[in-house]
């Protein structure tokens, strides 16, 4: 059984720094791109970044998070990265990490990530 599961969520102050993690078991994702997102209370959830595969890696930020978050990913460990840096109060929101339906796809898009973990609360106090 797949399962994608986050840690490192919590409260903190604007300007603050909190690390999220997504620990994969069941299948190993080196050949998938990889991608958080979040949904704040009553907004559809959004991209806020992905990683692609192992060989590639390159990443992709969603504007409003460029230059303060930064995502990696560790497939030794089978487990992705998302440190977030100068947290503002708009950055509150559930989190969650995902993995993409199938290998090679790259995508912005929830609809193509197949593999989602429960989420982590973010929440950024001003």
């Known amino acids: 059984q797949v399962q994608l599961v986050e840690s490192g969520g919590g409260l903190v102050q604007a300007g603050g720094s909190l690390r999220l993690s997504c620990a994969a078991s069941?299948?190993?994702?080196?050949?998938?791109?990889m991608g958080w997102f979040r949904q704040a209370p009553w907004k559809e959830r959004e991209f806020v970044a992905f990683i692609k595969w192992t060989g590639s890696s390159s990443t992709y930020y969603t504007n409003s998070v460029k230059g303060r978050f930064t995502i990696s990913r560790d497939n030794a460990k089978n487990t992705m990265y998302l440190q977030m840096n100068s947290l503002k109060p708009e950055d509150t929101a559930v989190y969650y990490c995902?993995?993409?339906?199938?290998?090679?796809?790259?995508?912005?898009?929830?609809?193509?990530?197949?593999?989602w973990g429960q989420g982590t609360q973010v929440s950024v106090s001003s």
């Open positions: 995902a993995a993409a339906s199938r290998p090679w796809v790259v995508s912005t898009t929830p609809s193509e990530y197949s593999y």
């Open positions: 069941g299948r190993t994702f080196s050949n998938y791109t």
